[in-house]
């Protein structure tokens, strides 16, 4: 059974601060990987995704990949009240399989 | 239009009632998928259409029944739902790259339809 893991949360950060989401996937052939925000009672909307070993930026976000320890991490920057939102992780495996998220929540 | 489109937003049904959900994408994908995500739980993968063959059933009960007319359309058919069919669905489309590689540039979502089975 193949495996996407995230921390559920809830996750409290400051305004401000930087916010740091974790992933850990099971298989290792895997090669694409996204990171989905959904906000409550919306649909998730793709924010970042990643192919490659180490960090790609986009504005205030940081996606890090890291195939040999399976792990995938997003990283936001000068954190907002707007950036509170439940964050998929998701791994592509032929088709997409999903975290179950982690819900972020910026303490204004 | 652009993107993915679902209707209707909201629906309202009894347990003996038929209806139907409609997806349609202006994407020129050629993937479309069904997902339920009721409160507090993760996505659940319902149906997957590649190239308009339905690729994965996740045993999901025959009282959703999907159609996929063409790539660009998805439909699911609901009867004789129970209260706890209650969630959002949510339709999702991608580019495959050829057969047997679905997610390879990642989904775009629907809004979805918020269902209520009383």
């Known amino acids: 059974q193949k495996e996407v893991e995230q921390n559920s949360g809830p996750l409290s950060v400051p305004e401000g601060a930087i916010a740091s989401l974790n992933c850990t996937y099971s298989d290792r052939g895997s090669q694409s990987f996204f990171w989905y925000r959904q906000y409550s009672g919306k649909s998730p909307e793709l924010i970042m995704f990643?192919?490659?070993?180490g960090d790609k930026e986009d504005g205030r976000f940081t996606a890090q990949l890291n195939k040999a320890s399976q792990y995938v991490s997003l990283l936001i920057r000068d954190s907002q009240p707007s950036d509170s939102a439940t964050y998929l992780c998701?791994?592509?495996?032929?088709?997409?399989?999903f975290g179950k998220g982690t819900r972020l929540h910026i303490l204004p | 239009e652009t993107g993915v489109t679902q209707t209707p937003r909201h629906l309202v049904m009894g347990m003996t009632n038929k209806k139907s959900l409609k997806c349609e994408q202006h994407l020129g994908h050629n993937a479309m998928y069904w997902y339920k995500q009721s409160a507090k739980k993760p996505l659940e993968l319902m149906f997957v259409y590649n190239f308009k063959e339905q690729t994965e059933n996740n045993s999901v009960p025959s009282r959703f029944s999907p159609e996929c007319p063409n790539s660009s359309h998805l439909f699911l058919h609901l009867h004789t739902l129970q209260p706890e069919d209650s969630a959002l669905y949510l339709c999702a489309s991608s580019q495959a790259v050829g057969q047997g590689r679905l997610g390879t540039y990642g989904y775009t979502f629907g809004s979805g339809t918020r269902l209520t089975v009383v």
């Open positions: 998701a791994v592509n495996d032929d088709k997409i399989i």
């Open positions: 990643i192919y490659s070993n």
